[in-house]
């Protein structure tokens, strides 16, 4: 199993059980930015409250090693080879996409306006889009710039109305 194969519902899970000082975390969000955060007790302090737990690639990452260090079933070479296979998702954590016609008649300033928002939330790299008929416009970001982008992840769909 690889990292982006974990649902969240895992995640949750997982981030429950792991709560600190004995106190058990009660609750999880998971933000589409991939941002995890947790209800339960904060670092260094007395007090509960939300933390930031990390991103949700890192921490699917981190569950799927560790299911591979508990599986009895595998000898070191055999973990070490899966361990290696574990990619973590180069999903982008930000993605805009419009067919505004607004936007589609001032596509410099749109592209300019989504990438300052993506800077904001943490984008190192970033790839833009123009659909092939020009009808929609799309920005994708990374926090690092990942070694594979995959596919352009168009959300929007033409539908024809009926005249």
Do not use: C
Not at 24 to 48: A, D, M, W
Not at 130 to 145: G, H, M, Q, V
Request: no cysteine; aromatic share 8%; glycine share 4%.
């Amino acid at each position: 199993m690889t990292a982006a194969e974990i649902a969240d519902r895992e995640i949750r899970s997982y981030l429950l059980a792991k709560g600190r000082s004995g106190v058990t975390n009660s609750r999880v969000r998971i933000q589409r930015n991939g941002e995890v955060h947790v209800f339960g007790p904060l670092r260094k302090e007395v007090r509960i409250g939300w933390f930031f737990a990390g991103s949700r690639a890192d921490i699917a990452e981190k569950i799927a090693l560790e299911r591979i260090d508990d599986d009895e079933t595998l000898s070191v070479d055999e973990r070490a080879a899966a361990a290696e296979t574990i990619k973590r998702n180069d999903e982008p954590f930000y993605v805009r996409q419009t067919a505004e016609p607004e936007a589609l008649q001032a596509t410099t300033r749109w592209f300019r306006e989504a990438a300052e928002e993506a800077r904001r939330e943490g984008a190192a790299f970033a790839r833009y889009s123009i659909a092939e008929d020009k009808s929609a416009l799309l920005i994708e970001a990374w926090e690092k710039r990942p070694a594979d982008m995959g596919e352009q992840r168009w959300m929007l769909a033409a539908v024809k109305s009926r005249a």
